[in-house]
């Protein structure tokens, strides 16, 4: 089994704004690109046209959600998009359940890792994951999953810009963002401070290092709506009551036939 390091000199990991993400799936394009071209074996595909069974280290999940009546008012429906990929956890379960200790953490940045070449596709750690985080490579035979591109961060040939996660640096809504989470001075740590930054599903105690944002709360609805009115209505008000020039021309002869 692989030990967890007592504590790490870094907390690198995800803060993910559930308020701006639009579900465009341009981070999980990018995630599939980047680790399929660059990280340790291809992610495989095995029916590329046909039953998704291909392997994605970032997936994003849509909710409809009905917020409460406000003052016995119903609201409109509201749609939550999710990403989800590892969250590189302080007291990650994947890691300790691993026979062979090809899961690990490492103590200078917190990332947790899979070394292909000790893993042998046993499976316990995706078992032991709560968030579903990992995936089994059916080509490769062996469990993948979020490296958080660390292939990217440390790469001084690239532009220090390009030093980031790839589902980072494509994302066009910006509601992704990358840092050290153990700096109270990060970007990162000043958007959890001041959105209120929360733990997925805390009651596992898995201590999860990347943090949602949640959604603003959304105008509501202050009259009682039958179903017929049309909201566009006060922004569709004719400019003149009457036509005038041509259109008033067009209207009398309209009115003749």
Not at 75 to 87: D, N, R
Not at 93 to 101: A, E, H, I, S, Y
Not at 126 to 143: F, I, K, L, N, T
Request: glycine residues 8%; aromatic residues 6%; charged residues 20%.
């Amino acid at each position: 089994m692989t030990a967890l390091p007592a504590t790490t000199a870094r907390k690198l990991g995800l803060v993910i704004d559930l308020d701006t993400c639009v579900g465009c799936h341009a981070c999980v394009t990018a995630c599939k690109g980047w680790n399929t071209q660059n990280y340790g074996a291809p992610l495989s595909d095995q029916d590329a046209y046909g039953d998704a069974s291909g392997t994605f280290l970032n997936r994003i999940h849509s909710f409809q959600v009905q917020p409460e009546p406000v003052n016995d008012v119903p609201q409109l429906a509201q749609t939550t998009h999710f990403p989800k990929s590892c969250l590189h956890c302080d007291d990650a379960p994947c890691v300790t359940v691993c026979p062979t200790g090809a899961s690990y953490k490492r103590a200078e940045d917190g990332i947790v890792l899979v070394n292909e070449d000790a893993c042998m596709g046993c499976g316990l750690c995706a078992w032991a994951c709560p968030y579903g985080a990992r995936e089994m490579d059916q080509a490769a035979g062996v469990m993948k999953k979020c490296t958080l591109c660390v292939d990217r961060i440390y790469n001084e040939n690239l532009e220090e810009i390009d030093r980031q996660p790839a589902c980072v640096r494509t994302c066009p809504a910006g509601a992704r963002h990358f840092g050290d989470l153990a700096d109270p001075d990060s970007h990162v740590s000043k958007l959890v401070a001041e959105r209120g930054g929360l733990d997925l599903m805390p009651e596992q105690g898995t201590k999860p290092v990347n943090q949602y944002l949640p959604p603003r709360p959304r105008d509501t609805i202050q009259p009682v709506m039958s179903g017929d009115e049309d909201i566009l209505a006060p922004f569709l008000a004719p400019v003149a009551e009457e036509p005038k020039g041509f259109l008033a021309w067009v209207d009398r002869a309209l009115e003749k036939l």
